[in-house]
């Protein structure tokens, strides 16, 4: 519970203001009104979602118990393993500075991604648009 606890307080923290960090103002202030709107709305409705459908996977009957405290957890757990492979998947391509806990965790993933689909590996990456742009010109 102290791990949950220590990470909830600092990542919700700086989550909202890394994402709005992303806009340029005032040309795109829209856009970061819509991002807040979308991102209250995403965590309000992924609350209601838990908080209804937890409780319901620890009724069912699993193992031979009356309670399945596996399904209750299971489930929330096996969403954050895809979730963390997802963003995982979308940063494999990008060419950026990651700290060395991340670039191990995407070498990791990446061996694993091309091990499982039969791949050696390719050598094409995504660039980011501001790097594409200063390579350019320098």
């Not at 060395?100 to 050696?120: D, H, K, M, N, Y």
Request: glycine content about 10%; overall charge neutral; charged content about 15%.
């Amino acid at each position: 519970m102290l791990l949950i606890a220590v990470g909830a307080g600092g990542v919700k923290a700086c989550v909202v203001t890394f994402g709005a960090d992303q806009f340029i103002l005032p040309q795109q202030e829209r856009h970061m009104e819509r991002y807040f709107n979308l991102f209250h709305l995403s965590l309000s409705v992924g609350i209601l979602v838990s908080t209804a459908v937890v409780p319901y996977f620890r009724q069912v009957t699993c193992f031979g118990d009356t309670e399945c405290y596996s399904a209750a957890f299971g489930l929330p757990a096996a969403l954050m393993v895809i979730s963390l492979g997802t963003y995982l998947r979308g940063q494999i391509g990008m060419e950026t500075d990651h700290g060395p806990v991340t670039s191990e965790l995407l070498t990791i993933f990446q061996s694993s991604s091309c091990w499982a689909r039969g791949a050696t590996g390719s050598s094409s990456r995504r660039r980011i648009p501001s790097e594409a742009s200063s390579n350019a010109s320098g």
